[in-house]
């Protein structure tokens, strides 16, 4: 099981990023998965999380109504859609998952067991 995240940059304070995560070796039709990110000097958190099986969505509270997650199984990659980005969202976010876990609420909220490496976003003001 691998995961591969892509995407991040710089940007100003209200643009827009697109982050991907191609995974391998399981397929987007079960396990949850998801996007976390951890900033300087703070804990990681969950961001957004996909249950493959259900398409049910989990967003952080600081990430609502700006953020999308989706994915394409034909093409084994979860996206995540950063739209209005703030300098608050600057940190290195990754993709993970845990293919125990197939809900998006536990997934975000508990520590998945799978990671890809990390990809800077930073946004500036």
């Known amino acids: 099981v691998q995961l591969q995240a892509s995407g991040g940059g710089l940007v100003q304070a209200g643009g827009s990023l697109t982050l991907s995560c191609v995974v391998s070796g399981f397929t987007l039709n079960r396990p949850a998965v998801g996007w976390f990110r951890q900033a300087p000097g703070k804990e990681r958190e969950g961001v957004s999380c996909?249950?493959?099986?259900?398409?049910?969505?989990h967003y952080a509270d600081a990430v609502k109504g700006r953020f999308t997650i989706s994915r394409d199984t034909a093409k084994n990659t979860v996206y995540l859609q950063m739209n209005n980005l703030r300098p608050e969202d600057t940190a290195v976010y990754y993709c993970a998952t845990d293919l125990g876990h197939s809900s998006s609420y536990a997934l975000c909220n508990g520590r998945p067991s799978t990671w890809g490496a990390g990809t800077q976003v930073t946004v500036s003001s």
């Open positions: 996909l249950s493959t099986w259900n398409d049910i969505t």
